[in-house]
């Protein structure tokens, strides 16, 4: 049995690199099993079209059913207000974010992000038809998931771009959400008070900063980086 000298952890008979840390195998009381099976798959698979299809079958026909169940009782109870409303239009939702990508993989990952936005804004649509409250929607919400929608599809062609490390992932999320934080109190104050007087957001916004300083020292001085990667993994 050997370990890794680097990070100590438990190494398979067939490996040459650590797989963590990429650390070579160097063990001359064991050397490298070149012709025993790999404790893990060396090539990326292909998850079978059939099981995926399945898949959003089955997911379909849950939502459905809760859908329709939601209708029927909402009819049997014959409340005051259509409340299933909100149910179905959150199967609808869901069904957006779970079954494209199931059906079609190939389906852009910004295409996917704009549709779920999309399905977001809907539902939120719904429920302001529901309250009767669409002045708040075209001034208040649905500027709020146009906002979310474009800080997502951002963060997707940034990632798309290259790919992006843990450290690079981390940096990016921080500043997605302050920003969107800051954006939201702004849409909020300029729909109550008709002007911006920022102060929760200034909140998030300092400790996103205190947060995103060290990540960014980290990301730009290499020594610390290597050392960070080290240690976690990264």
Known sequence: MSYCVNCGVELDSTAAFCPLCQ????????????????PF??????????????????????????????????LILLAGHIWSLYVMGAAAMLWVFVVPPLLWRKLPLSVITLLDAAAIGLYVLLIAWELDGFDW??????????????????????CQK??????????????????????LELLGDLYFHGEWGPSWSLVV????????????????VPSLRREVRRRFHM
């Open 23 to 38: 650390t070579p195998v160097r063990n001359p009381r064991q050397p490298v099993n070149q012709d025993g099976p790999a």
């Open 137 to 158: 929607y075209v001034h208040l919400a649905l500027p709020a998931v146009a906002l979310l929608g474009l800080i997502m599809l951002a963060q997707v062609l940034l």
């Open 41 to 74: 798959p060396t090539e990326p698979g292909e998850v079978p079209l059939g099981p995926r299809r399945a898949a959003a079958a089955l997911i379909s026909a849950m939502l459905g059913s809760v859908a329709l169940c939601s209708g029927l009782l909402n």
């Open 162 to 183: 290259r790919r992006r490390s843990i450290l690079s992932t981390m940096t990016l999320v921080i500043a997605s959400a302050a920003v969107f934080i800051a954006g």
């Open 205 to 220: 916004l300092i400790v996103a900063g205190a947060l995103e300083i060290p990540l960014l020292v980290v990301r730009w």
